[in-house]
């Protein structure tokens, strides 16, 4: 029956194959796919879920996506740092040493979105102030107002 088919009907037969075969290996895929519809207030763990399923199902990260991460923990590092020290004025908290202070001004003028490295002399600031008996009394009442719970 094909020798006496014209030359366009067998090239539309092998692009009929050709799609059909493409159909079927989406079709296939299509069902091995799961989709998810995650819901949740905020702070609750819905892309952290996902960051889970990546590595442990998928290929991990790349290294561009780690140096991603690396720069949203410093950027979290300042906005924790920076909502506490605005809870000790909130909550007329005194820091334990008076010259921290002037290094908690110098870390709360800093736009934590812009961060993108952790040098001195900010690394010193923050693990002074970290070690501040007020800051410690406002992350112990860190109930009180909003803070992520990765700031520790």
């Given at each position: 029956m ?18 059909e075969?493409?159909?079927q ?12 519809l995650?819901?949740g ?5 819905k ?6 399923m990546?590595?442990?199902h998928?290929?991990?990260y ?9 720069k ?5 590092i ?18 334990g040493?008076p010259?921290n ?6 870390v709360r ?7 993108t490295t ?12 970290w ?21 520790k």
């Open positions: 094909t020798c006496c088919t014209s030359e366009e009907a067998r090239e539309q037969r092998r692009i009929n194959r050709e799609i075969k493409q159909l290996r989406d079709k296939r895929n299509a069902r091995r796919e799961l989709k998810l995650l819901l207030t905020g702070e609750s763990g892309s952290t879920f996902i960051k889970q990546k590595i442990i998928g290929s991990g790349s290294d561009e996506d780690k140096k991603t991460f690396i949203l923990v410093y950027q979290n300042f906005m924790a740092m920076q909502a506490m020290i605005r809870a000790m004025d909130t909550l007329k908290v005194p820091y040493d010259a202070e002037e290094k908690a001004s110098i003028a800093i736009d934590y979105e812009s961060i952790f040098e001195e002399p900010y690394v010193t600031y923050v693990k002074d102030l070690r501040d008996k007020g800051i410690l009394e406002v992350y112990d009442r860190r109930r009180e107002y909003q803070l992520t719970d990765s700031a």
